[in-house]
Structures are given as C-alpha cells and as structure tokens.
C-alpha cells in the first residue's frame, strides 16, 4: 500500500502495472481453460505462442528491481502462472534433468508416439531409431509408404496399418477395431474437419491383454485456415501491421465455430469409443490429438484419462513446432485407470517431421 500511494510516480506505477499484470495473467488463464474453443482471444491463444504473455513481466522487471521492490511477489506470481498453466511447464523428480533410460525397467513398457509427416525421413532412419530407443509399442500418424515398407521390413514385431496410421508391436495382435466414422466423412467434404481416425487394438503381453489405441484427430487449423496466410498463421517474415490487418479481414468465425463443433464430437466420441469394452482391462491412448492440454475440448472430454506428460515430464513438451515461433503440445499419452503408470516421458530427437516423436514409460501395476 506504500508503494501503490508512494509519492514517486515510477514506484507508484511499477507497483500499479504489476498488480494489473497479475489480475489479467489470472483472467488469461482462466479465459484459456474455460472458452479456448469459444472465444477467439482465446483460441488465438491456445494455438498460438503463447510466450508473448512474458513480455510483459521482461518490460516491469527492471522497474521492479531498480524502484519497487516490494512488486516482486505479484510479478513473480504472474511469472509462475504464465510459465506453468499457461505455457504448460512442469517439473517432475523422475525426469527432471534425466535423459530417456537404456534399458528402462523391466516392469516397463515403452511406447512411442510420433506423428511422421509423411515418414520419408524417418523410413531411412527407423531401424537406428528402434535400436535407440528400444520401445515395445510404435504409434505412427501420417505414415506413408515408404515408412511402411520400412516398418513391415523389422523382423520380431507385429505390425498393421489403418489408413495413415501405423502400428508395430513386439506383443501378437490379437485383434483391431476402427472407430465408425461415416457421419464425420460426410461433413469432411465441406474442408471444415472429420478426417480424424482412431484404431484400437488388443495386445497380447506378457503382463496380460490390453487395449492399445493409435489415433490423429481432427486440427484446428482447418477452423483458423481463415485468419492464415500463405505463410502460416505467424509467418516468419512481414511486418506486424500487416499481418493484423490480414487477419481481421480474413476471420470467418462460421468456419471457426463449426470446426471447433466438430472437433468437440469427435473427441466426445474417440474418447468413450476407445475405452468402450474394456470392461475395466488396460486401455493406452496416443497419438495426435491435435489438443493441448488446456484446450476446453480436451479438458471436457480426455481429462478422464491420466496424462504422462503431466505426471511424470519435466519442461515443455513442445511435440509441434512450426515456423521460428509457434512450438505447442498437441501429441499425448493417456491411460484410463487400469492401465499401467507413468514413470517418465520425453521428446525424441528432430527426425525430419514437424513434430517430435514422445517416447513414454509405463509401469505395470505389481500385485
């Protein structure tokens, strides 16, 4: 209270600024969690860098630190918030500083999860991939053929292949579901979203059957493709003006309504569907879902299920990155309550994709 009536203005306003900086970091955040599929401030937000929400705290600090000391506690709280709800930072014992484990426990199973763009890349490069990080389950989205024909190519794994999605596993195949998807086929055609697919599969493991799912849901770029340049949605070069203008005159918020209707369908259904007889046995969901984590959509639909990166990761997780700006975490791995425990989770290396392959380790429950 000194501060805020201090008869310096500089001390009067830093302290002003940084209480004001702190109530709209805390209604961000809420706006982000609650109307990112609804709001478009939000949306812009939740699929976009969200970064720019420190610059603020940068532009106070030195003011802080020089002539209001007493702020540090608000901005320092804003800092927090930004850094960890907002960005999605966490901090984890078992992953903090580690690197991913050779060879991982014996009561583990490692999934890997990685969306392939395609796979040309990684087809030349799966077999050192496998070597190195020695997982029991592959989930590829946008698999091609040549990454195909490299995967079928590995002697000792099981393996099949489901429109762009492609699974390999070291455990028999007992059997393989798709989820229906006639009605979001038919809106497809409109260009607004309904091309996500989810394949289900029953693993035969040591440690006994389990479901495990391979899907890539539907992008909200289709719903924002209005308010994109030829650039993307931040392009690396231009001016700022410009790119502003651009995007209010593009913005159709039909498109964007509708997308976001579809998306919310899609995940009401892939999430029940893909637990759907388990008859509480197992169940491991990954892939990309095109969601991060404080989407409105995911957290209504795909909270019912336990998160490894939430539990057990450390730092971002940036699975997609595009252009020199945007780096966001849209590719995860789940499990319903019988399913075995995160013990750790990690970013693969850079393997010719715009996203990150997520390497994870689960733990079989012991008796």
Request: hydrophobic share 45%; charged share 15%.
């Amino acid at each position: 209270m000194q501060q805020l009536q201090s008869e310096s203005v500089v001390r009067r306003w830093t302290t002003r600024l940084t209480w004001a900086w702190l109530a709209c970091t805390v209604v961000t955040w809420m706006l982000l969690i609650t109307t990112s599929e609804s709001f478009l401030p939000a949306t812009l937000l939740a699929y976009g860098p969200r970064f720019v929400l420190l610059i603020p705290i940068l532009a106070l600090a030195p003011f802080v630190l020089f002539s209001a000391r007493r702020a540090w506690l608000p901005l320092l709280i804003a800092l927090v918030i930004v850094v960890g709800p907002i960005m999605g930072g966490r901090v984890s014992w078992r992953t903090l500083g580690r690197s991913l484990p050779a060879p991982m426990p014996k009561i583990a199973v490692r999934v890997l999860t990685f969306n392939a763009d395609g796979g040309g890349a990684v087809a030349v490069r799966l077999r050192d991939m496998i070597e190195q990080v020695q997982p029991q389950l592959i989930a590829f989205q946008e698999c091609g053929d040549a990454l195909w024909d490299s995967l079928q190519a590995m002697p000792k794994w099981y393996h099949h292949r489901y429109s762009n999605l492609c699974t390999a596993s070291r455990w028999p195949i007992q059997s393989f579901d798709s989820m229906p998807r006639a009605s979001f086929a038919r809106v497809s055609t409109l260009g607004f979203g309904g091309t996500g697919l989810v394949a289900r599969y029953v693993i035969a493991s040591p440690h006994g059957a389990f479901a495990f799912v391979n899907l890539h849901l539907e992008t909200a770029r289709k719903g924002l493709e209005s308010l994109m340049g030829s650039g993307g949605f931040i392009s690396d070069q231009g001016d700022r003006a410009s790119t502003l203008g651009s995007i209010v005159n593009r913005y159709d918020p039909k498109r964007i309504q509708l997308n976001a209707r579809i998306r919310n369908q899609e995940s009401e259904r892939a999430s029940v569907w893909s637990a759907s007889n388990s008859h509480a046995a197992p169940v491991i969901i990954v892939g990309d879902f095109n969601l991060p984590v404080e989407s409105a959509i995911f957290r209504r639909h795909w909270r019912g299920f336990s998160d490894a990166f939430e539990t057990t990761g450390s730092g971002f997780g940036w699975s997609k990155r595009e252009g020199s700006l945007l780096r966001i975490r849209i590719d995860h791995v789940l499990g319903n309550a019988s399913a075995p425990q995160a013990i750790g989770v990690w970013l693969g290396s850079d393997l010719g994709s715009d996203h990150l392959p997520i390497i994870a380790d689960l733990a079989w429950r012991t008796p």
